[in-house]
């Protein structure tokens, strides 16, 4: 047996690790989205659903508009893939797509932008806007995540365009729990 053919365990592992896909993003809600919830995934489902079926509520509300879609972006990740929801529709992650290309345009966020900064900054001007810090809220918006600047998006978030796929989305989203959790008829 000719020895110089056989592949070393390190080349084995470098071929490998050239294979594998690159991680899934991740994201995670920050504490103050999780006061009297447990689960962050039941509470963002459960906010969102409600807020883009009923989004002319969020009308003059920027700061309950700005906690809304941070629960979108982190949906966007968690939801697909979550391997507790596996077996939900074939077609939620291109909603979930479709849905966070739709809110980031809405805002002017740039698409490529990873998940965690967008949420973060959108909880961020919700904190201050709830403080009634204006400025401090438009300050937390930062031109890298938001180019037209922290003004003009908070004037975005008090005044949404309808945004149908993002409402189709949050209400997939209920039903993917609702599977999950073996309840089809009640209630979140």
Known sequence: MNRRFLPTAATLLLLGACAMPPPAPNAQL????LVGAGDPVRSAVASTSFAFSHQGQLAGQPADAARALAQMEYLAVELPNN???VGGPANLQT???QAREEWREALGIPPGLPPQPVIDSL???ARALRAGQPEAAAAALPATIFPQ???VTLTRLAALPDLPRTNTAAVGATEVLRRAEGDR???L
């Open 30 to 33: 920050p504490f103050d989205a």
């Open 83 to 85: 391997p507790r929801f």
């Open 95 to 97: 909603q979930m797509l």
């Open 123 to 125: 909880y961020a001007a």
């Open 149 to 151: 600047g922290g003004q």
């Open 185 to 187: 008829r009640g209630r």
